[in-house]
């Protein structure tokens, strides 16, 4: 009887390791990923990216973008190709833009700060970053934000036999799609000012 009991136990083990293994798939690390970023866990984030969340966390404004980006932010994981420890997830998503509300608060931003630099003061790095924040809060609150729709793909990788994703390989859409768009915005602003400087 004794035996019969720890033969039934051992195969109950053995079944739930079964499970375990193939619960562990590709589509399961990009699951918990977008459930982080609806979630808006920045520190979950950062373990799951392999990165320090530390410098965003500290910027509330930039906080309450992403946020507001999320919370609309509906994903759905379609095909995925494996090929030994790598694996590539297709993704179609939808997130609200920030782009119109960043483009706001910088146009106001640029503004005061012309007026400033007019005036004679001379406000410190903190003082013009805080006028960036606030314009950032106040365009936020006045902006109204439309949905975002895109496809993309997620890198990952088999590491002590589990899949996570792979941080080795850039994706630039899944940045934007981290941060509502603000970095491709980021990246057309510097584009823009660095062709108006060759112009001129």
Known sequence: MKKRVLAIIVMGVFILSLIGCSQNKPEQAVSELFDAMKNTDLEK?????????????DQDAFVQLIKKSNETLTYTIGETTIENDRAVVNVSCTYGDMKPV???????????????????ESPSDEEIQEMLLSEITAALDSTPTEEYSTELTVDCVKKDGKWI?????????????L??????????MADSMNSSLITE
């Not at 146009?107 to 630099?117: D, P």
């Not at 941060?179 to 057309?188: D, H, I, Q, R, W």
């Open 102 to 120: 960043l483009a706001k608060a910088f146009a106001n931003y640029v503004g005061k700060v012309m007026e400033v630099a007019f005036s004679g």
């Open 165 to 177: 994703i792979d941080t080795d390989k850039e994706n630039l859409k899944l940045a934007d799609v």
């Open 45 to 57: 984030l950062g373990a799951i990216l392999d990165s320090d969340a530390s410098e965003i966390t």
């Open 179 to 188: 941060t509502g768009n603000l970095v491709s915005a980021f990246s057309e």
